[in-house]
């Protein structure tokens, strides 16, 4: 029990997934130790010991496949990214040369070449550099399995707790079990982690980019209520903000498929998915549609392009989850932060900026084509009504290419990404030739503000709340109203209630955002007139800095404080 004169202490970081909990702290155990440089002696073969390296990565790799199985979605999709790490050749043979010439003890060794590894990464920056910190999360599994000790990982308790860390490998944060890790505080990483996509996907509040400072002052047991939209962590919390924040977890929202606001506009709220689990859960969550297949996923951690009868097979198993209804795929998003052995170039200097998404079918356009002759065998053999788009358009002349192309294939809806600031300038102009159109936030927000939005220090530019990226988004709507063409947001904007309500107000049609998000954006969107929206993005537009803008919308949206949001 807290003492009535008792001062709360508030700690800050970024809030990267909206809600209101409390719970004891239970901080992840640190990695393992870096093992002593040591050598072996006379007595110890080294090729049995290089076998020992093999035998551990597999161990790993096993480990972490049996996992991968048992996660869904983007969790099984990082784990089995992490295992495919963990047999990568180039960190086992190194490690094997170095007992070998220099006889260095297998765990050394291994901790050596995974270092050099990450700082080849790291220097390529971008995507590359973000696998820095898988190729430490399975250094340290391999180690651990070599020396005998427990494998890292998220604490096991038998209550449920808010986890501290300073950083989450994709691999933990894909295993979170949100019955126990009610939310998670982390001194690294930014709004656009995969740390900080994960957690929204799970619904859990988080709060990432606090710093060793704050996260120095969480210790195991105490009592802390994490507020995950504010990004803000109050030690020692009255009984009032306890009971606050039950009352909020015991609330139960849902969606019924009618997203519109309170004077009857409709807003189609619709879901992102990569695969059948995903689109099946947003169906039975009551998403209006998909407004964003993220088909990559059918290509991540292939040595070659799938078959068509393999993409039709997986497109199939999403489109099926929605008959009637929009089943928005966008084209293969290659290259940047999913690179692709055999169609991307992971030597290029800057592959944000390079040969990436559409700018792929330059030198192989037949991948493009056989995915849009597997998207018209699927449609074909479903009820759902299949648009498609192709990310990274920048000028009209490529919209134009790519529409012809898909309604070559039958594909009648056709449209584009609009992830480049030169689209949204230029909107007017491509659509002339695109049916749609659909804003990723978080490329626009990178290439409008100039920050790689996987770099943790620039995670204050990282936010749809600039208001350079809202008047881009308003310049795109405005574009498309001559055509009468539908824009929509399917970047992590969508998912932000607040920032909802403001896109709505700039022009958009449609949002589409984790399914977990829908109730909170619904709830809040039914809460405001058309004519609010329109003023609200008004004040974000006319803001100094994002923090102006989102303080200033979220001070005329009571609702939020009352939602917890």
């Not at 088909?295 to 009868?309: I, M, R, S, Y």
């Not at 208001?467 to 970047?491: E, N, Y």
């Not at 954006?521 to 800095?545: E, F, H, P």
């Amino acid at each position: 029990m807290v003492p009535s004169d008792a001062t709360p202490t508030s700690l800050t970081g970024i809030g990267v997934s909206p809600g209101l909990v409390a719970g004891p702290v239970a901080r992840m155990a640190p990695g393992i130790t870096e093992p002593e440089i040591a050598t072996l002696d006379s007595s110890r073969d080294t090729e049995k010991e290089c076998d020992r390296i093999a035998q551990a990565a597999q161990t790993v790799k096993k480990s972490l496949e049996l996992s991968a199985a048992e996660a869904k979605g983007d969790g099984r999709t990082l784990l089995e990214t992490t295992a495919q790490m963990a047999a990568d050749p180039t960190l086992t043979s190194s490690a094997q040369a170095m007992v070998r010439e220099r006889r260095l003890a297998p765990e050394r060794a291994v901790w050596e070449a995974a270092d050099t590894l990450a700082s080849m990464l790291e220097s390529l920056g971008g995507y590359m550099a973000e696998r820095t910190r898988d190729v430490a999360d399975v250094r340290d599994r391999i180690v651990a399995v070599l020396i005998d000790a427990p494998m890292p990982g998220i604490p096991r308790l038998p209550e449920p707790f808010v986890l501290v860390a300073e950083d989450l490998a994709p691999a933990d944060t894909a295993l979170l079990d949100p019955e126990k890790v009610v939310a998670f505080v982390t001194s690294e990483g930014g709004p656009t982690s995969h740390t900080a996509i994960l957690a929204r996907s799970l619904g859990m509040p988080a709060i990432v980019g606090a710093g060793t400072a704050v996260i120095d002052r969480l210790h195991d047991g105490d009592i802390v209520l994490v507020d995950g939209t504010k990004g803000v962590i109050t030690l020692d919390p009255s009984e009032d903000e306890l009971r606050r924040a039950r009352e909020l977890a015991n609330r139960v929202r849902v969606f019924n498929g009618d997203g519109a606001t309170r004077d009857g506009h409709e807003v189609q709220l619709l879901a992102n998915v990569g695969d059948a689990a995903g689109a099946r859960s947003a169906a039975e969550a009551g998403a209006m549609g998909i407004g964003l297949f993220r088909t990559e996923f059918c290509f991540l951690d292939q040595p070659e392009e799938p078959t068509v009868e393999a993409q039709v097979e997986a497109y199939r198993g999403v489109l099926e989850a929605f008959p009637g209804k929009k089943v928005v795929v966008r084209t293969l998003d290659a290259g940047a932060d999913k690179p692709l052995p055999f169609l991307t170039d992971a030597t290029e200097a800057n592959p944000a900026l390079g040969v990436r998404a559409y700018r792929t079918t330059r030198r192989d356009p037949e991948v493009l084509e056989h995915q849009l002759q597997a998207l018209a065998k699927a449609e074909a053999a479903t009820d759902a009504k299949v648009w498609v788009m192709a990310p990274m358009i920048s000028t009209a002349d490529e919209a134009e290419a790519f529409t012809d192309k898909a309604r070559s294939y039958g594909l009648k809806t056709a449209g584009m990404m609009i992830e480049v600031p030169s689209a949204a300038l230029m909107a007017d102009k491509l659509f002339e030739h695109a049916d749609f159109a659909s804003i990723g936030t978080n490329d626009l927000t990178q290439y409008v503000m100039a920050a790689d939005r996987l770099l943790s220090s620039l995670a204050d530019l990282s936010t749809g709340w600039q208001p350079a990226v809202l008047r881009l988004i308003k310049a795109a709507c405005d574009g498309a109203s001559p055509h009468g063409r539908p824009v929509g947001v399917c970047g992590e904007a969508a998912a932000d209630p607040a920032l909802a309500v403001v896109l709505v107000g700039l022009g958009v049609a449609s949002l589409s955002m984790t399914a977990r998000a829908l109730p909170d954006v619904d709830a809040v969107l039914k809460s405001v007139d058309l004519a609010d929206c329109q003023r609200l993005a008004g004040l974000a537009t006319s803001a100094r800095t994002a923090d102006d803008a989102r303080g200033a919308v979220r001070a005329e949206l009571p609702i939020l404080e009352e939602l917890g949001l």
